[in-house]
């Protein structure tokens, strides 16, 4: 085991993963911009380093300088979190080149899995439905080609593409060249790469992901799904597991073809398989994320596994000590994502509390939030033994937490979980333009 790991990342995650290295009785080392110097994952690390300014490619994204202080402090593990460098396989083979593990998946594993089309192509050979579509586009007469013979609507997606960006809906022919465009430069600023590909629209649809974990002995496990279809812009807002769209046999069905696909691509540490599900039961393979998920916290109440002390064993080489049949789905978890509208300094803040309701945040009295990052505030997760009763307490939870000094969406969470639709659980994607 790990004596001592460097978290690569900030705010609540960071400070997420310092609980469990605590837990696990691992000495931790934080990295921070001049812009979070007092921020909690600072404070609760037992060795720090300053890394540069506020802007993240000036510090969280410069791997030399993350790496450096991996070196001086002595750690011998990198965990990089979510974002940022999570998913670099650049960055995952510098720290094996200097002797530093990465928490996560081979950088090998990330180059043949990043790149959408090549990972739809491995699905589909190794079994899962995936989305009618294009591979990448070479053109805006290829886009048009392609269209057609996909047939309208379609989703202009960049190669790369993540947390909503690079991503276009079009209806029709005419507003696919600026669009083409639009997607294609996006891509080439936010992730260094303008590739785009199309893909048919699936409507009306709900988002589920599926997440799972695999061992270095090819032990591979299925931990359930998760429902993200409440979104903005193709951001993420509510997310909950189960999913009231998932009946046990569909379930079933997914967990057996997805376990059978993921070991004939070869997959080690944590993953989420993501699908779009229509109103037929039809589901078709979108994306894999190689890191640990934003959500992951409503799996880790409904199986009471740790996601993130599995993650660090099995970079150690532990094996799982339990089997999929072991994994049992029990009870129902809502997270609500707690969103800055603007930046500024907390002034006051109180958490709810009560059995099974966790707020993971980076907050304190006194907080400054800055532009330059993820408005990210925290995440507020709910566990109940019915998802009425989860739903209940995720209105109390939302009611009791004070968060004053900055503009937030506690409100609007509390009208999405009061919402009939989502109250029935007949919601889907477009939730907030019906």
Not at 137 to 145: H, I, T, W
Not at 248 to 263: C, D, G, S
Not at 365 to 378: K, R, W
């Amino acid at each position: 085991m790990f004596s001592k790991i460097l978290i690569a990342n900030r705010g609540e995650v960071a400070v997420r993963i310092i609980r469990s290295c605590k837990e696990m009785g691992i000495s931790t080392v934080a990295v921070f911009s001049k812009a979070d110097a007092e921020s909690m994952h600072v404070a609760l690390a037992d060795q720090s380093y300053c890394i540069g300014e506020a802007a993240p490619a000036d510090s969280y994204l410069n791997e030399e300088r993350i790496l450096s202080a991996a070196l001086l402090s002595g750690a011998q593990a990198i965990h990089p979190g979510y974002g940022f460098l999570s998913e670099n396989a650049h960055f995952a083979a510098l720290c094996i080149k200097h002797g530093v593990a990465f928490i996560g998946p081979s950088a090998d594993s990330m180059k043949r899995l990043g790149d959408k089309e090549n990972l739809k192509k491995l699905m589909a050979e190794a079994g899962l439905p995936v989305i009618p579509g294009s591979g990448v586009l070479n053109s805006v007469q290829d886009a048009f080609a392609a269209a057609r013979e996909i047939g309208y609507p379609v989703m202009l997606k960049a190669r790369c593409g993540g947390g909503g960006r690079g991503i276009r809906l079009i209806m029709h022919e005419e507003e696919l060249e600026r669009a083409y465009f639009s997607a294609v430069s996006e891509g080439k600023a936010a992730f260094g790469d303008g590739a785009v590909y199309l893909e048919k629209y699936i409507h009306p649809a709900r988002h589920i992901e599926m997440q799972i974990i695999a061992d270095e002995a090819g032990e591979l496990i299925c931990l359930g799904e998760r429902d993200c279809s409440i979104q903005r812009n193709h951001q993420k807002l509510t997310e909950e597991s189960p999913s009231p769209a998932v009946s046990p046999a569909l379930r079933e069905n997914m967990i057996r073809q997805i376990t059978a696909a993921v070991k004939k691509i070869g997959y080690q540490n944590l993953g989420t398989l993501e699908f779009l599900l229509d109103s037929e039961g039809n589901y078709y393979f979108m994306e894999m994320n190689v890191r640990l998920q934003v959500e992951h916290c409503v799996t880790e109440a409904i199986t009471g596994i740790d996601l993130v002390k599995w993650q660090i064993r099995i970079a150690t080489g532990i094996p799982l000590s339990f089997t999929q049949q072991d994994v049992l789905l029990k009870g129902s978890s809502i997270e609500c994502r707690i969103n800055a509208r603007a930046p500024g300094r907390v002034n006051f803040l109180h958490v709810p509390g009560g059995p099974f309701v966790r707020f993971d945040t980076y907050l304190a009295a006194g907080s400054a939030v800055s532009p330059s990052y993820d408005p990210l505030l925290g995440k507020l997760i709910v566990y109940a033994s019915t998802r009425e009763e989860a739903l209940r307490k995720m209105q109390a939870a939302l009611c009791e937490l004070v968060i004053e000094g900055i503009d937030h969406n506690i409100d609007e969470q509390f009208d999405i979980i009061s919402d009939g639709r989502f109250q029935s659980g007949s919601y889907d994607l477009h939730f907030f333009s019906q």
